[in-house]
């Protein structure tokens, strides 16, 4: 992207504030992981707790382990700050549903065309002693951690495939703002 992704702007509101105020909607208490804690507490203020990411650069596999590290919830809702078209009754939905779901699942992952879809997934506590084992033998990949363990995939319709879709580049970002104007 040559830039910041969680400060592009849609009408007027950074990518991270749009998916921090989505979070909230679903849950009192909101994490944010990162290294550059003073960069987005300029624009999120004192709502969010900040947590910190002290592997910055090793991808998202691991920032997820050293969340699960410092979160004590049951489940924790991983949100990518690359996700502007979030749908909170979708989420809410989904958040539902893990009411069923057997002791013995670690992960509820939306799931199309044989691909995880990991950075709006559900991970449970209990997956961090195997998420680190794998990040320890050197797995970084989420396609292979959630095809290892015992994760529940979410069925992905085209209204959640919209919800879904991340903005990686500058042209993606333009029909973004194209389509949010039309």
């Known amino acids: 992207m040559g830039q910041d992704k969680a400060l592009l702007l849609i009408d007027g509101q950074p990518f991270i504030k749009?998916?921090?105020?989505?979070?909230?909607?679903l849950t009192p208490q909101v994490y944010i992981l990162t290294s550059w804690r003073d960069r987005y507490q300029e624009i999120l203020g004192e709502k969010y707790q900040f947590l910190p990411e002290n592997s910055d650069g090793s991808g998202p596999l691991v920032a997820l382990a050293e969340g699960l590290e410092q979160i004590c919830a049951e489940w924790t809702l991983l949100l990518a700050c690359d996700l502007p078209l979030l749908q909170i009754d979708v989420l809410q939905h989904w958040i539902s549903l893990l009411e069923q779901v057997p002791d013995s699942i670690l992960a509820v992952v939306p799931h199309r065309d044989a691909i995880w879809e990991p950075l709006c997934g559900f991970y449970r506590q209990?997956?961090?002693?195997?998420?680190?084992d794998f990040i320890d033998k050197g797995g970084r990949s989420f396609q292979t951690w959630l095809s290892e363990i015992s994760a529940m995939p979410l069925s992905v319709g085209e209204r959640e495939a919209t919800m879904l879709w991340n903005c990686n580049t500058p042209d993606e970002f333009e029909e973004l703002k194209h389509n949010e104007k039309g």
């Open 18 to 25: 749009r998916v921090c105020e989505v979070a909230s909607a």
């Open 126 to 132: 209990q997956a961090l002693g195997e998420l680190q």
